[in-house]
């Protein structure tokens, strides 16, 4: 496998019992993704795509097929290690930005950082208040989720995507929650930052213009390429 391809998924089914009938979400799908390249997936709802970015960034194993992260076979490890790997290597934003409801801003962004052993607070909190500024929440550093705005909360995910620097950052409908504006500022944001941090950036969409500025584009359709 070239070294420069950070994920990489080799024929990955997925198939799920509904009774007596066996529903096919994906079938055969390949993928490569290397550092520093922004690749966009695009599909209708219920087209698999969600399902596929779980399987890749190790939420999920697929029925058939294997995955593959820095080179290294990646499905087929355990729980804990999938855990681990997660944490070292890759970043998360959702849709719904999935902040701890009773915890500032300051504390949801240091968290994936304070999970790891022989962690520094001091320097974690630096690393924090720095990706912070970054996203324009230099101002909020205690304020919790209840008290932000939608723009807000989904900036301080994204701070908190990006806080261990992963080589690749994995985002379901990043934008899909917010208004045009907003999401145009956030999706600008996340590009900045994908090139300031030279990391490999995955979002799967269904907004045809926020994947057209992507180094790749695949479009997903009944859980196939098309």
Do not use: C
């Amino acid at each position: 496998m070239n070294s420069s391809v950070v994920l990489a998924a080799r024929d990955v089914s997925k198939h799920f019992a509904d009774g007596k009938n066996r529903v096919e979400v994906l079938k055969n799908l390949s993928l490569d993704i290397h550092a520093g390249e922004f690749v966009s997936i695009v599909g209708a709802s219920g087209s698999g795509k969600s399902t596929l970015l779980h399987i890749l960034g190790g939420l999920d194993r697929p029925s058939e097929g294997e995955i593959y992260l820095n080179g290294a076979r990646f499905d087929s490890l355990g729980e804990a290690e999938r855990g681990e790997q997660r944490n070292l290597h890759l970043g998360f934003v959702y849709q719904f930005h999935h902040l701890l409801p009773e915890f500032t801003a300051l504390e949801n962004v240091a968290m994936p950082l304070m999970l790891r052993r022989h962690s520094r607070y001091a320097e974690v909190e630096q690393r924090v208040k720095y990706l912070l500024e970054r996203v324009g929440l230099s101002h909020r550093l205690t304020h919790k989720p209840g008290e932000l705005s939608g723009g807000e909360r989904q900036r301080v995910a994204l701070a908190r995507a990006l806080v261990t620097e992963p080589k690749l950052m994995l985002a379901d409908e990043p934008t899909g929650n917010l208004d045009r504006k907003t999401a145009d500022g956030i999706f600008a944001l996340l590009k900045d930052l994908q090139q300031e941090l030279n990391m490999a950036m995955l979002i799967v969409t269904h907004d045809e213009q926020l994947a057209k500025s992507a180094d790749q584009i695949m479009h997903m359709q009944d859980g196939v390429w098309y």
